[in-house]
């Protein structure tokens, strides 16, 4: 008799599984959720709430209250020191055989004279090597391959980096494979190891860094300022921690992400907002993520740290651009 219950038991337990499958997360701020009546009916019929670096945040007033944590944290973080080389890159150059002493004295006289670009630019300006010699010295300076070639889908995909960061590290995405969920990216001049590691944290994937030609990169971000990139916003410079606040809990608040990563590569902080919308064709409606970048481009000045939490609203003011 009593195995003629199994096959219910098993079936309410089942339900079970699937109730708790299908429930919100608990917010991570432990707030009890929306107290509403609007509230808790558009919870119950419409899931709500946002991920933010992978923890989540049942309404807008507890996301807001997490990003000015986290932007507070970021903005006063300092950067950190450029990794250094392991062999300079002139001697490097004549232990290969491309230049001389004297070469490499005159290119260090005439940078410092000149007092800007680097030291593989000015070998080139004065004729004693080639991009390509000097590109190969940097991939051996650097451990990394060289870059042979470009794919212009993944330059151009939408959604990916956003340009301010490309324009900054002088670096492009150049292949993504998917199998191994891996992003290469190529720089022109210093492989900045922790811009790939907060690109990681963005983009949740791995990063591999190569070496490209100075110029070649140039012409490509060139090639990029002519492209409309409506998923970029950029702000700044700015250093008010309640007005970057405020300016993000706005977007949130219109776009209502999925999910919310953010990360500090220099001098910015870079918000990846995803949004999942749906397109329809014919009678099927399918789902398509949608991304929406926002970059504050901090200014020198750290400003004076924030010690309470600005009161949600909506787009703070009518002059700042709108979200797509």
Same mark, same amino acid.
């Given at each position: ?5 199994? !096959?219910?038991? +098993? ?5 079970? +599984? ?23 009916? +558009?919870?119950?019929? +419409? !899931?709500?709430? *946002?991920? %933010? ?9 507890? %996301? ?23 062999? !300079?890159?002139? &001697?490097? #150059? ?12 005159? /290119?260090?006289?005439?940078? $410092? $004279? ?14 004693? /090597? *080639?991009?390509?010699? =000097?590109?190969?010295?940097? /991939? &051996? ?29 002088? #670096? ?5 494979? /998917?199998?191994?969920? *891996? ?7 210093? =492989? ?8 990681? @944290? ?24 002519? %492209? ?9 410079? #700015? ?25 500090? %590569? ?5 918000? $990846? ?12 409606? @399918? ?35 709108? !979200?797509?």
């Amino acid at each position: 008799m009593p195995n003629l219950f199994k !096959p219910l038991v +098993r079936f309410a337990g089942w339900l079970k +599984r699937r109730k708790l499958e299908a429930a919100d997360p608990a917010c991570a701020l432990a707030c009890g959720g929306p107290q509403s009546l609007w509230q808790r009916f +558009r919870q119950r019929h +419409r !899931p709500c709430g *946002t991920f %933010l670096q992978g923890v989540f945040y049942c309404q807008p007033r507890c %996301l807001e209250t997490a990003l000015v944590g986290h932007l507070s944290r970021l903005r006063t973080m300092a950067p950190p020191p450029p990794s250094p080389n392991r062999i !300079p890159l002139g &001697l490097l #150059m004549v232990a290969r055989g491309k230049l001389t002493y004297q070469e490499v004295r005159a /290119a260090l006289e005439a940078q $410092r $004279r000149a007092r800007y670009g680097k030291i593989g630019e000015w070998i080139e300006k004065l004729g004693f /090597a *080639t991009e390509q010699d =000097v590109t190969t010295a940097l /991939a &051996l300076q650097w451990g990394c391959p060289v870059a042979s070639s470009f794919d212009p889908s993944t330059i151009q995909s939408a959604g990916s980096i956003p340009l301010p960061i490309l324009e900054a590290f002088q #670096m492009l995405p150049l292949n993504y494979a /998917a199998s191994v969920n *891996t992003l290469y990216l190529a720089f022109g001049e210093r =492989v900045d190891h922790a811009a790939l590691f907060a690109v990681e @944290k963005i983009l949740d994937c791995r990063t591999q860094p190569c070496v490209a030609g100075r110029k070649s990169i140039a012409r490509q971000l060139e090639f990029l300022r002519q %492209l409309p990139r409506p998923s970029d916003v950029e702000f700044g410079p #700015m250093s008010d921690l309640a007005e970057m606040a405020r300016i993000a809990a706005s977007y949130t608040a219109r776009l209502t992400p999925q999910a919310v990563r953010l990360s500090r %590569l220099g001098r910015f902080i870079w918000l $990846r907002l995803d949004v999942r919308s749906h397109v329809r064709f014919g009678l099927d409606a @399918k789902p398509r993520s949608l991304t929406t970048n926002l970059v504050f481009r901090l200014s020198t000045d750290p400003g004076p740290a924030l010690s309470f939490v600005p009161p949600f609203r909506d787009l703070h003011a009518s002059n700042q651009p709108q !979200p797509s």
